[in-house]
Each structure stands twice: as C-alpha cells, then as structure tokens.
C-alpha cells in the first residue's frame, strides 16, 4: 500500500538537501526504489520534504541507506519522526 510522507527538517538549508541528494544519486544501484514522488520545499526554519512511496519498507529501505550519509555530511537530526499517512488514491496527470 502506497504511504505519504511528511519531515520538517528545521536547521538543514538547502545547500545541504542539495548536497546530500547528489551523493544519494551518486550511489550504485536504484537509491530511491520505491519513491513515486519527492518535493523539497524551503521554510523560513530549514525544508520540510514529501515523497510518495510504494510502501513502508521502500521507505524504510531508503532510511537506511540516507541517513548514514545524511549524518556523515554534518546534518542535523530530525526533531520528529516523519508523519507517514497510508494512501487512499495517487494518480499522476498525463501518465
């Protein structure tokens, strides 16, 4: 079943979101399996991030592997746990 996900992430800029999201695409294999979409907003207090995943273990799957290179490039830990919502729909226009 598809989830929604919701981190505020007050403290990381997005010079850092930047940096570390081109280290994950740098990665061997499909990094992001599982991830249907991804939005990256900026705050007045850090960025707060969406994605769409196909299930809790593609997420999880991907927690694992971004978090060891989130805390090796310096960012700071989430003050929360992300709000994950079960999907009742998802389409995408045009597709």
Same mark, same amino acid.
């Given at each position: 079943?598809?989830?929604?996900?919701? @981190? =505020?992430?007050p403290?990381?800029?997005?010079d850092?979101y930047?940096?570390?999201?081109?280290?994950l695409? @740098?990665?061997?294999?499909?990094?992001? @399996?599982?991830?249907? =979409?991804?939005?990256?907003?900026?705050?007045?207090?850090?960025?707060?991030?969406y994605?769409?995943?196909e299930?809790?273990? @593609?997420?999880?799957?991907?927690?694992?592997?971004?978090?060891?290179?989130a805390? %090796?490039?310096?960012?700071p +830990?989430?003050?929360? %746990?992300p709000?994950?919502?079960?999907?009742?729909?998802?389409?995408? +226009?045009g597709?």
């Amino acid at each position: 079943m598809a989830i929604f996900m919701k @981190a =505020s992430l007050p403290g990381v800029t997005t010079d850092q979101y930047d940096a570390l999201n081109a280290k994950l695409q @740098a990665m061997p294999g499909d990094t992001f @399996a599982g991830c249907l =979409s991804h939005v990256c907003v900026p705050t007045d207090t850090g960025i707060e991030v969406y994605d769409l995943w196909e299930s809790q273990e @593609a997420m999880d799957k991907f927690g694992t592997v971004m978090m060891p290179v989130a805390e %090796r490039q310096g960012l700071p +830990p989430a003050s929360e %746990r992300p709000t994950v919502s079960q999907v009742h729909n998802y389409w995408v +226009p045009g597709s």
